[in-house]
């Protein structure tokens, strides 16, 4: 059963670049099957997609996050990344990792969730 | 960019109600539209995909339908387990949620 878990450092001090990461277990992001993606959700508000990754390394980024966030992914490692950078404390947020139930389909299968706090 | 208009915001409900909630899409999705359901602290939950299909595992209370780019989910007799807050998304072109919808014990 394929599972995701995000992790990263908790609190990201302002216009510093924000790094988590998405470790996928019991399946390989390599897979031609799916996309990968990042969402998050601010304190108490809804779910804002960030961007996705192909296993061949081809990214999207919605564009209210384009210039900022990047994608990306080690396929030796199994892992999934992103960068924000030039956080401010609106990037304050739960970020997950999610993945599509088959390549552009709804998200199927969801990670945890890694709270990540912008504060000086 | 896509829009996703989900009313109501807030929804007071009592077990055994039959719930609908709506999501309008500001073009054509064709059938490209998810239900999750969330709770507190918890990573969002798929229901329903292509607008009608019922995810392995989920209960048949909930139910999907369409109607041009306007999108229902029904949950048919509102358990205690249901009270949560459900989310509409498109997935015709990139992603776009809704805005979410508590549904919340009356």
């Known amino acids: 059963q394929v599972q995701l878990q995000e992790s990263g450092p908790g609190l990201v001090k302002p216009l510093q670049t924000l790094s988590l990461t998405c470790s996928v277990s019991?399946?390989?992001?390599?897979?031609?099957?799916?996309?990968w993606s990042w969402i998050r959700q601010h304190p108490g508000k809804g779910l804002e997609w960030i961007g996705y990754i192909y296993y061949n390394g081809i990214t999207y980024q919605d564009p209210s996050l384009r210039s900022r966030a990047t994608i990306s992914q080690d396929t030796s490692k199994n892992e999934i990344y992103l960068r924000l950078s030039s956080v401010t404390v609106a990037d304050t947020a739960v970020y997950f990792c999610a993945r599509d139930r088959q390549l552009g389909d709804a998200f199927g299968i969801w990670g945890p969730g890694t709270m990540v706090t912008v504060s000086s | 960019d896509i829009q996703m208009t989900q009313s109501p915001s807030t929804l007071s409900a009592s077990v055994g109600d039959r719930v609908t909630i709506t999501c309008r899409a500001s073009?054509?999705?064709?059938?490209?539209l998810a239900w999750y359901q969330q709770k507190p602290g918890k990573a969002p939950k798929l229901l329903i995909y292509k607008s009608t299909s019922l995810e392995s595992g989920v209960p048949s209370r909930f139910s999907g339908s369409r109607s041009g780019t306007e999108f229902t989910l029904t949950i048919g007799s509102l358990q205690p387990d249901d009270f949560a807050t459900y989310y509409c998304q498109q997935y015709h072109i990139y992603r776009t949620f809704g805005q979410g919808t508590k549904v919340e014990i009356k």
């Open positions: 019991g399946g390989s992001i390599s897979s031609t099957d799916y996309y």
């Open positions: 073009q054509s999705i064709d059938y490209w």
